[in-house]
Protein backbone atom coordinates (compact mmCIF):
# COMPACT_ATOMS: atom_id res chain seq x y z
CA UNK A 1 0.00 0.00 0.00
CA UNK A 2 3.05 1.87 0.58
CA UNK A 3 4.12 1.83 -2.91
CA UNK A 4 0.38 2.77 -3.94
CA UNK A 5 0.44 6.27 -1.71
CA UNK A 6 3.63 6.73 -3.25
CA UNK A 7 2.20 6.65 -6.61
CA UNK A 8 -0.87 8.51 -5.68
CA UNK A 9 0.88 11.54 -3.90
CA UNK A 10 3.64 11.30 -7.63
CA UNK A 11 0.19 11.40 -9.41
CA UNK A 12 -1.59 14.32 -7.40
CA UNK A 13 2.09 16.35 -7.69
CA UNK A 14 2.07 16.31 -11.18
CA UNK A 15 -1.57 16.56 -11.98
CA UNK A 16 -1.92 13.60 -13.99
CA UNK A 17 -5.62 13.15 -13.47
CA UNK A 18 -5.60 9.67 -15.75
CA UNK A 19 -3.57 7.86 -13.14
CA UNK A 20 -5.20 8.96 -10.18
CA UNK A 21 -7.70 7.36 -11.82
CA UNK A 22 -5.90 4.12 -12.11
CA UNK A 23 -4.58 4.90 -8.44
CA UNK A 24 -8.24 5.50 -6.57
CA UNK A 25 -9.84 2.33 -8.15
CA UNK A 26 -7.00 0.17 -7.01
CA UNK A 27 -6.70 1.56 -3.76
CA UNK A 28 -10.28 0.99 -3.74
CA UNK A 29 -10.61 -2.46 -4.83
CA UNK A 30 -7.39 -3.25 -2.37
CA UNK A 31 -9.60 -1.52 0.86
CA UNK A 32 -10.40 -3.29 3.53
CA UNK A 33 -14.23 -2.62 4.60
CA UNK A 34 -17.08 -0.79 2.45
CA UNK A 35 -16.23 2.88 3.45
CA UNK A 36 -13.03 2.84 2.56
CA UNK A 37 -13.45 1.33 -0.64
CA UNK A 38 -16.36 4.09 -1.46
CA UNK A 39 -14.27 6.26 -0.17
CA UNK A 40 -11.15 5.57 -2.96
CA UNK A 41 -13.57 5.09 -5.50
CA UNK A 42 -15.21 8.11 -5.05
CA UNK A 43 -12.08 10.10 -5.88
CA UNK A 44 -11.40 7.68 -8.84
CA UNK A 45 -14.73 8.47 -10.26
CA UNK A 46 -14.28 12.46 -9.60
CA UNK A 47 -11.38 12.46 -11.17
CA UNK A 48 -12.78 10.22 -13.99
CA UNK A 49 -15.64 12.88 -14.10
CA UNK A 50 -13.13 15.88 -14.55
CA UNK A 51 -11.25 14.02 -17.54
CA UNK A 52 -14.40 12.98 -19.30
CA UNK A 53 -13.62 9.77 -18.68
CA UNK A 54 -15.82 6.76 -19.63
CA UNK A 55 -14.31 5.39 -16.46
CA UNK A 56 -16.76 7.70 -14.82
CA UNK A 57 -20.24 5.43 -15.23
CA UNK A 58 -18.93 2.26 -14.18
CA UNK A 59 -17.28 3.48 -10.83
CA UNK A 60 -20.42 5.81 -10.12
CA UNK A 61 -22.73 2.22 -11.36
CA UNK A 62 -20.24 0.67 -8.37
CA UNK A 63 -21.03 3.25 -6.00
CA UNK A 64 -24.62 3.59 -6.79
CA UNK A 65 -24.80 -0.28 -6.03
CA UNK A 66 -23.53 0.04 -3.02
CA UNK A 67 -26.17 2.89 -1.88
CA UNK A 68 -22.92 5.88 -1.79
CA UNK A 69 -24.10 7.74 -4.81
CA UNK A 70 -27.20 8.91 -6.18
CA UNK A 71 -29.16 6.69 -8.83
CA UNK B 1 -37.42 58.27 -0.53
CA UNK B 2 -33.46 57.79 0.37
CA UNK B 3 -31.13 60.76 -0.10
CA UNK B 4 -29.76 60.99 -3.42
CA UNK B 5 -26.18 61.14 -4.13
CA UNK B 6 -26.49 63.29 -6.97
CA UNK B 7 -29.21 65.78 -8.71
CA UNK B 8 -29.55 64.61 -11.93
CA UNK B 9 -32.26 66.70 -13.17
CA UNK B 10 -30.37 69.37 -15.09
CA UNK B 11 -29.04 66.31 -17.36
CA UNK B 12 -32.35 65.22 -18.80
CA UNK B 13 -33.56 68.84 -19.66
CA UNK B 14 -33.41 69.21 -23.42
CA UNK B 15 -30.51 69.47 -25.16
CA UNK B 16 -30.08 73.18 -25.51
CA UNK B 17 -30.55 73.68 -21.89
CA UNK B 18 -28.93 70.38 -20.44
CA UNK B 19 -25.99 69.98 -18.66
CA UNK B 20 -24.42 66.65 -18.77
CA UNK B 21 -23.62 64.58 -16.21
CA UNK B 22 -22.09 65.75 -12.58
CA UNK B 23 -18.70 64.73 -11.69
CA UNK B 24 -19.38 62.77 -9.22
CA UNK B 25 -20.80 59.76 -11.72
CA UNK B 26 -17.00 59.78 -13.17
CA UNK B 27 -14.69 59.76 -10.23
CA UNK B 28 -17.06 58.87 -6.63
CA UNK B 29 -16.83 55.41 -5.61
CA UNK B 30 -20.25 55.33 -4.11
CA UNK B 31 -21.61 56.83 -7.48
CA UNK B 32 -19.43 54.06 -9.06
CA UNK B 33 -21.48 51.39 -6.90
CA UNK B 34 -25.12 52.94 -7.56
CA UNK B 35 -24.11 53.04 -11.18
CA UNK B 36 -23.38 49.27 -11.25
CA UNK B 37 -26.33 48.44 -10.04
CA UNK B 38 -28.93 50.65 -12.23
CA UNK B 39 -26.66 50.75 -15.20
CA UNK B 40 -24.95 48.12 -16.01
CA UNK B 41 -26.56 44.64 -14.39
CA UNK B 42 -30.18 45.95 -14.76
CA UNK B 43 -28.94 46.09 -18.69
CA UNK B 44 -27.81 44.03 -21.32
CA UNK B 45 -24.17 44.77 -20.64
CA UNK B 46 -20.79 43.68 -23.11
CA UNK B 47 -19.22 40.87 -21.11
CA UNK B 48 -16.81 39.38 -24.09
CA UNK B 49 -17.11 37.74 -27.04
CA UNK B 50 -17.92 34.40 -28.35
CA UNK B 51 -14.19 33.97 -30.29
CA UNK B 52 -12.95 33.90 -26.62
CA UNK B 53 -14.42 30.57 -25.95
CA UNK B 54 -14.62 28.92 -29.85
CA UNK B 55 -13.80 25.26 -29.05
CA UNK B 56 -16.44 22.92 -26.83
CA UNK B 57 -15.33 22.79 -23.00
CA UNK B 58 -13.47 26.18 -23.77
CA UNK B 59 -13.37 27.49 -20.22
CA UNK B 60 -12.46 31.63 -19.47
CA UNK B 61 -13.00 33.41 -15.71
CA UNK B 62 -13.97 36.91 -16.25
CA UNK B 63 -14.30 39.99 -13.41
CA UNK B 64 -16.83 41.94 -15.04
CA UNK B 65 -17.21 45.15 -11.83
CA UNK B 66 -15.87 42.62 -8.97
CA UNK B 67 -18.17 40.27 -10.10
CA UNK B 68 -16.49 36.52 -10.41
CA UNK B 69 -17.99 34.91 -13.55
CA UNK B 70 -17.21 32.00 -15.90
CA UNK B 71 -17.73 31.86 -19.51
CA UNK B 72 -18.01 28.33 -20.90
CA UNK B 73 -18.50 26.74 -24.08
CA UNK B 74 -20.99 23.37 -23.03
CA UNK B 75 -20.95 19.86 -24.56
CA UNK B 76 -23.94 21.25 -27.30
CA UNK B 77 -21.28 24.58 -28.25
CA UNK B 78 -23.62 26.68 -26.43
CA UNK B 79 -22.24 29.64 -24.51
CA UNK B 80 -23.00 29.95 -21.08
CA UNK B 81 -22.25 32.46 -18.20
CA UNK B 82 -22.15 31.47 -14.92
CA UNK B 83 -21.50 32.86 -11.34
CA UNK B 84 -18.11 31.80 -10.68
CA UNK B 85 -18.15 30.27 -7.55
CA UNK B 86 -19.48 26.70 -6.37
CA UNK B 87 -22.50 26.61 -4.41
CA UNK B 88 -20.54 24.80 -1.83
CA UNK B 89 -18.41 26.75 0.38
CA UNK B 90 -18.03 29.96 -2.33
CA UNK B 91 -14.75 29.17 -3.55
CA UNK B 92 -14.13 30.68 -6.56
CA UNK B 93 -14.20 27.27 -9.94
CA UNK B 94 -12.10 28.33 -12.60
CA UNK B 95 -9.56 30.71 -11.93
CA UNK B 96 -7.42 30.75 -14.95
CA UNK B 97 -8.35 30.30 -19.23
CA UNK B 98 -8.26 25.71 -19.38
CA UNK B 99 -10.33 23.56 -21.11
CA UNK B 100 -12.57 21.68 -19.48
CA UNK B 101 -12.54 17.90 -20.64
CA UNK B 102 -15.39 16.34 -18.49
CA UNK B 103 -16.54 18.19 -15.42
CA UNK B 104 -15.85 21.62 -13.68
CA UNK B 105 -14.35 20.58 -10.59
CA UNK B 106 -14.03 22.77 -7.45
CA UNK B 107 -10.69 23.13 -6.48
CA UNK B 108 -11.34 22.95 -2.77
CA UNK B 109 -13.78 20.47 -1.90
CA UNK B 110 -14.42 18.65 -5.51
CA UNK B 111 -17.78 19.46 -5.92
CA UNK B 112 -18.44 18.79 -9.64
CA UNK B 113 -21.08 20.53 -12.88
CA UNK B 114 -21.66 19.55 -15.54
CA UNK B 115 -20.22 22.35 -18.69
CA UNK B 116 -24.28 23.13 -18.46
CA UNK B 117 -24.10 23.82 -15.04
CA UNK B 118 -26.10 20.83 -13.42
CA UNK B 119 -24.33 19.50 -9.90
CA UNK B 120 -23.13 16.19 -10.77
CA UNK B 121 -21.21 15.21 -7.84
CA UNK B 122 -20.60 16.20 -4.12
CA UNK B 123 -18.03 13.68 -3.20
CA UNK B 124 -17.92 12.36 0.31
CA UNK B 125 -21.30 15.10 1.64
CA UNK B 126 -22.68 12.86 3.65
CA UNK B 127 -19.34 11.18 5.25
CA UNK B 128 -16.92 8.96 3.93
CA UNK B 129 -17.52 7.03 1.46
CA UNK B 130 -20.94 8.78 1.05
CA UNK B 131 -21.66 10.97 -1.77
CA UNK B 132 -25.57 11.76 -0.75
CA UNK B 133 -27.54 13.75 1.65
CA UNK B 134 -30.64 14.44 2.49
CA UNK B 135 -30.03 17.89 3.19
CA UNK B 136 -28.52 18.35 -0.03
CA UNK B 137 -30.46 18.59 -3.37
CA UNK B 138 -28.44 18.53 -5.94
CA UNK B 139 -31.37 19.52 -8.08
CA UNK B 140 -31.49 22.89 -6.61
CA UNK B 141 -27.73 23.56 -6.02
CA UNK B 142 -26.83 23.91 -9.99
CA UNK B 143 -24.49 26.55 -10.45
CA UNK B 144 -26.06 30.03 -11.16
CA UNK B 145 -26.52 31.00 -14.76
CA UNK B 146 -26.22 34.64 -15.68
CA UNK B 147 -28.62 35.57 -18.22
CA UNK B 148 -27.20 35.59 -21.81
CA UNK B 149 -27.67 36.58 -25.44
CA UNK B 150 -25.06 36.33 -28.24
CA UNK B 151 -25.54 39.12 -31.11
CA UNK B 152 -22.51 40.26 -33.17
CA UNK B 153 -20.58 37.76 -31.55
CA UNK B 154 -20.13 39.89 -27.97
CA UNK B 155 -22.04 38.02 -25.52
CA UNK B 156 -24.36 40.21 -23.75
CA UNK B 157 -25.46 39.48 -19.87
CA UNK B 158 -28.31 41.08 -17.98
CA UNK B 159 -26.92 40.26 -14.45
CA UNK B 160 -30.78 41.26 -12.57
CA UNK B 161 -32.38 39.19 -15.08
CA UNK B 162 -35.07 41.76 -14.91
CA UNK B 163 -34.17 43.48 -18.42
CA UNK B 164 -36.32 43.17 -21.17
CA UNK B 165 -35.26 40.10 -23.29
CA UNK B 166 -32.61 40.62 -25.61
CA UNK B 167 -33.98 40.74 -28.58
CA UNK B 168 -36.92 43.31 -27.47
CA UNK B 169 -34.64 46.08 -25.58
CA UNK B 170 -32.58 46.58 -28.70
CA UNK B 171 -35.19 45.95 -31.41
CA UNK B 172 -34.34 49.01 -33.15
CA UNK B 173 -30.48 48.62 -33.38
CA UNK B 174 -31.20 44.92 -34.63
CA UNK B 175 -32.86 46.27 -37.29
CA UNK B 176 -31.06 49.26 -38.29
CA UNK B 177 -28.26 46.53 -38.78
CA UNK B 178 -30.64 42.93 -39.68
CA UNK B 179 -27.86 43.70 -42.96
CA UNK B 180 -25.30 42.56 -41.07
CA UNK B 181 -27.06 39.93 -38.88
CA UNK B 182 -24.58 37.47 -41.06
CA UNK B 183 -21.79 35.03 -39.82
CA UNK B 184 -19.09 36.90 -38.50
CA UNK B 185 -15.52 35.71 -38.97
CA UNK B 186 -13.24 37.08 -35.98
CA UNK B 187 -9.88 38.13 -37.77
CA UNK B 188 -7.65 36.30 -34.87
CA UNK B 189 -5.16 36.84 -32.81
CA UNK B 190 -3.91 40.74 -34.58
CA UNK B 191 -7.46 41.59 -34.88
CA UNK B 192 -8.22 41.48 -30.67
CA UNK B 193 -6.28 44.18 -28.88
CA UNK B 194 -6.42 45.77 -25.16
CA UNK B 195 -6.54 49.27 -24.91
CA UNK B 196 -6.07 50.40 -20.85
CA UNK B 197 -7.61 53.68 -20.39
CA UNK B 198 -7.44 56.06 -17.53
CA UNK B 199 -10.72 57.36 -17.76
CA UNK B 200 -14.51 56.42 -16.61
CA UNK B 201 -16.15 53.86 -18.75
CA UNK B 202 -18.62 56.58 -19.65
CA UNK B 203 -16.16 58.95 -21.06
CA UNK B 204 -15.20 56.26 -24.19
CA UNK B 205 -18.72 55.99 -24.80
CA UNK B 206 -19.31 59.91 -24.90
CA UNK B 207 -16.53 60.44 -27.45
CA UNK B 208 -17.05 57.11 -29.60
CA UNK B 209 -20.79 58.54 -30.22
CA UNK B 210 -19.68 61.91 -31.86
CA UNK B 211 -18.38 63.10 -35.32
CA UNK B 212 -17.77 66.46 -33.75
CA UNK B 213 -14.40 65.74 -32.43
CA UNK B 214 -12.99 63.95 -35.89
CA UNK B 215 -11.19 66.72 -37.53
CA UNK B 216 -9.49 67.82 -34.44
CA UNK B 217 -8.28 64.50 -32.64
CA UNK B 218 -8.32 62.24 -36.21
CA UNK B 219 -6.91 64.52 -38.63
CA UNK B 220 -6.20 62.13 -40.82
CA UNK B 221 -9.67 61.51 -41.54
CA UNK B 222 -9.88 64.56 -42.96
CA UNK B 223 -8.49 64.65 -46.12
CA UNK B 224 -11.77 62.15 -47.13
CA UNK B 225 -13.49 62.13 -44.73
CA UNK B 226 -15.27 65.68 -43.53
CA UNK B 227 -17.11 66.33 -41.07
CA UNK B 228 -19.92 67.14 -43.20
CA UNK B 229 -19.96 63.79 -44.37
CA UNK B 230 -21.09 62.70 -41.64
CA UNK B 231 -24.59 62.33 -39.24
CA UNK B 232 -26.05 61.40 -36.29
CA UNK B 233 -27.68 58.37 -35.41
CA UNK B 234 -30.13 59.00 -32.59
CA UNK B 235 -32.70 56.49 -30.95
CA UNK B 236 -33.67 58.32 -27.77
CA UNK B 237 -33.63 55.79 -24.71
CA UNK B 238 -31.72 53.06 -27.39
CA UNK B 239 -28.62 54.11 -28.55
CA UNK B 240 -26.84 56.57 -30.67
CA UNK B 241 -23.64 57.32 -32.07
CA UNK B 242 -22.55 58.19 -35.94
CA UNK B 243 -21.84 57.33 -39.64
CA UNK B 244 -20.44 58.66 -42.24
CA UNK B 245 -21.43 58.76 -46.51
CA UNK B 246 -17.20 58.16 -47.94
CA UNK B 247 -16.06 54.70 -45.89
CA UNK B 248 -13.59 53.90 -48.26
CA UNK B 249 -11.79 50.15 -48.55
CA UNK B 250 -8.58 49.26 -47.60
CA UNK B 251 -6.78 47.73 -50.53
CA UNK B 252 -4.09 45.46 -50.57
CA UNK B 253 -0.71 46.29 -52.74
CA UNK B 254 -2.29 43.89 -55.53
CA UNK B 255 -5.42 46.10 -55.23
CA UNK B 256 -7.71 43.51 -53.64
CA UNK B 257 -9.81 44.33 -50.64
CA UNK B 258 -11.94 42.56 -48.23
CA UNK B 259 -14.77 40.76 -49.54
CA UNK B 260 -18.01 42.57 -49.16
CA UNK B 261 -20.93 41.22 -46.52
CA UNK B 262 -23.68 39.46 -48.60
CA UNK B 263 -26.62 41.13 -50.23
CA UNK B 264 -26.57 44.86 -48.34
CA UNK B 265 -27.99 48.12 -49.63
CA UNK B 266 -25.75 50.36 -51.86
CA UNK B 267 -26.13 52.67 -49.14
CA UNK B 268 -23.25 50.38 -48.03
CA UNK B 269 -20.96 51.02 -50.67
CA UNK B 270 -19.74 54.24 -49.06
CA UNK B 271 -21.62 54.36 -45.56
CA UNK B 272 -20.24 53.11 -42.34
CA UNK B 273 -21.72 53.39 -39.39
CA UNK B 274 -20.69 53.49 -35.59
CA UNK B 275 -23.39 53.09 -32.82
CA UNK B 276 -23.10 52.70 -29.25
CA UNK B 277 -24.70 50.25 -27.96
CA UNK B 278 -25.89 51.25 -24.24
CA UNK B 279 -24.50 50.78 -21.70
CA UNK B 280 -20.92 49.76 -22.91
CA UNK B 281 -20.28 48.04 -25.89
CA UNK B 282 -19.17 50.33 -28.97
CA UNK B 283 -20.01 48.46 -32.32
CA UNK B 284 -18.78 49.39 -35.92
CA UNK B 285 -20.06 48.10 -39.43
CA UNK B 286 -19.26 48.77 -42.86
CA UNK B 287 -19.72 46.74 -46.05
CA UNK B 288 -16.76 44.33 -45.52
CA UNK B 289 -16.07 44.37 -41.88
CA UNK B 290 -17.33 44.99 -38.57
CA UNK B 291 -15.78 45.77 -35.46
CA UNK B 292 -17.19 45.34 -31.39
CA UNK B 293 -15.42 47.43 -28.61
CA UNK B 294 -16.37 46.55 -24.97
CA UNK B 295 -15.49 48.59 -22.41
CA UNK B 296 -15.00 47.20 -19.12
CA UNK B 297 -15.19 49.56 -16.34
CA UNK B 298 -12.46 48.39 -13.88
CA UNK B 299 -13.05 51.22 -11.39
CA UNK B 300 -14.85 54.99 -11.54
CA UNK B 301 -11.43 56.12 -13.17
CA UNK B 302 -10.14 52.92 -15.04
CA UNK B 303 -11.13 51.60 -17.98
CA UNK B 304 -10.58 48.43 -20.60
CA UNK B 305 -11.19 48.55 -24.06
CA UNK B 306 -11.51 45.36 -25.73
CA UNK B 307 -11.17 45.55 -29.07
CA UNK B 308 -12.52 42.70 -31.74
CA UNK B 309 -12.54 43.10 -35.76
CA UNK B 310 -14.29 40.82 -38.05
CA UNK B 311 -14.80 39.90 -41.71
CA UNK B 312 -17.03 37.63 -44.04
CA UNK B 313 -14.98 34.86 -44.37
CA UNK B 314 -12.18 33.20 -42.10
CA UNK B 315 -9.53 32.89 -45.28
CA UNK B 316 -9.44 36.79 -45.87
CA UNK B 317 -6.28 38.37 -46.21
CA UNK B 318 -3.83 37.99 -43.09
CA UNK B 319 -1.27 41.34 -44.36
CA UNK B 320 -4.67 43.22 -44.75
CA UNK B 321 -6.11 42.42 -41.38
CA UNK B 322 -3.09 43.21 -39.90
CA UNK B 323 -3.09 46.59 -41.55
CA UNK B 324 -6.74 47.24 -40.63
CA UNK B 325 -6.43 46.23 -37.08
CA UNK B 326 -3.19 48.77 -36.87
CA UNK B 327 -5.30 51.50 -39.01
CA UNK B 328 -8.08 51.32 -35.71
CA UNK B 329 -5.78 51.14 -33.67
CA UNK B 330 -3.98 53.81 -34.33
CA UNK B 331 -7.69 56.05 -34.43
CA UNK B 332 -8.78 54.21 -31.00
CA UNK B 333 -5.09 55.17 -29.67
CA UNK B 334 -6.08 59.16 -30.80
CA UNK B 335 -9.25 58.90 -28.76
CA UNK B 336 -6.79 58.26 -25.32
CA UNK B 337 -5.63 61.74 -24.35
CA UNK B 338 -9.19 63.10 -24.82
CA UNK B 339 -10.74 60.64 -22.89
CA UNK B 340 -8.10 60.81 -19.96
CA UNK B 341 -7.92 64.87 -20.15
CA UNK B 342 -12.01 64.45 -19.84
CA UNK B 343 -11.56 62.29 -16.68
CA UNK B 344 -8.83 64.84 -15.12
CA UNK B 345 -11.18 67.53 -16.28
CA UNK B 346 -13.82 65.95 -13.91
CA UNK B 347 -12.02 66.64 -10.78
CA UNK B 348 -12.84 70.38 -11.01
CA UNK B 349 -15.12 70.90 -8.88
CA UNK B 350 -16.62 74.13 -9.96
CA UNK B 351 -17.12 72.00 -13.25
CA UNK B 352 -21.19 71.39 -13.78
CA UNK B 353 -21.33 68.68 -16.15
CA UNK B 354 -20.37 70.97 -18.93
CA UNK B 355 -22.92 72.05 -21.90
CA UNK B 356 -23.82 70.26 -25.54
CA UNK B 357 -23.42 71.68 -29.10
CA UNK B 358 -27.34 71.30 -29.74
CA UNK B 359 -26.29 70.75 -33.49
CA UNK B 360 -23.43 68.44 -32.77
CA UNK B 361 -23.26 66.83 -29.49
CA UNK B 362 -27.16 65.08 -29.61
CA UNK B 363 -26.19 61.31 -29.78
CA UNK B 364 -23.68 62.31 -26.62
CA UNK B 365 -26.92 64.05 -25.06
CA UNK B 366 -28.72 60.73 -25.38
CA UNK B 367 -26.37 59.02 -23.70
CA UNK B 368 -26.20 61.31 -20.48
CA UNK B 369 -30.53 61.12 -20.42
CA UNK B 370 -30.35 57.18 -20.89
CA UNK B 371 -28.04 57.16 -17.86
CA UNK B 372 -29.85 59.94 -16.33
CA UNK B 373 -32.53 57.76 -16.84
CA UNK B 374 -31.39 54.81 -15.24
CA UNK B 375 -30.62 56.33 -11.97
CA UNK B 376 -34.01 57.78 -11.59
CA UNK B 377 -35.46 54.45 -12.10
CA UNK B 378 -33.29 52.99 -9.80
CA UNK B 379 -33.35 55.16 -7.35
CA UNK B 380 -37.39 55.08 -7.62
CA UNK B 381 -36.76 51.60 -7.10
CA UNK B 382 -37.36 49.68 -4.12
CA UNK B 383 -33.58 47.69 -4.56
CA UNK B 384 -30.79 47.77 -1.82
CA UNK B 385 -28.69 49.56 -3.43
CA UNK B 386 -30.71 52.60 -4.16
CA UNK B 387 -30.41 53.17 -0.86
CA UNK B 388 -26.78 52.89 -0.01
CA UNK B 389 -26.82 56.20 0.89
CA UNK B 390 -29.11 56.20 3.65
Redesign the interface.
Known amino acids: MSTLNDHLLAAHEAGDITSLIDLYTQAGDSSQGSDAAAFYLTHAMVFALELGDPRAAVLRARLVAEGREEA | MAPQLTDLSTVRRPIAEANGLPNAHYIDAAVFDEERQAVLFDNWSGLAVSADIPDVGDAVPVTFLGMPLLLVRDRRGAVRVFQNTCRHRGMILVDAPRKI???I?CPYH?W?YSTEGRL??T??VGG?????HAGID?ALLGLIEIRSHIWMDVIWINISGNAAPFEVANADLMARWAEFDKPLFHGGTSSRFQLSVNCNWKLAVENYCESYHLPWVHPGLNSYSRLEDHYHIEQPGRYSGQGTLVYRQLKGEDGKSFPDFDGLADKWNTAAEYISAYPNVLLGVHRDHAFAIILVPDGPERTTENVHLYYTADDTDADLRDRNSALWKLVFEEDIFVVEGMQRGRHGVKFDGGRFSPAMDGPTHLFHDWIAAQFDRHRASDHPAAHAAE
Open positions: EGARSCVSPHPGQNTR
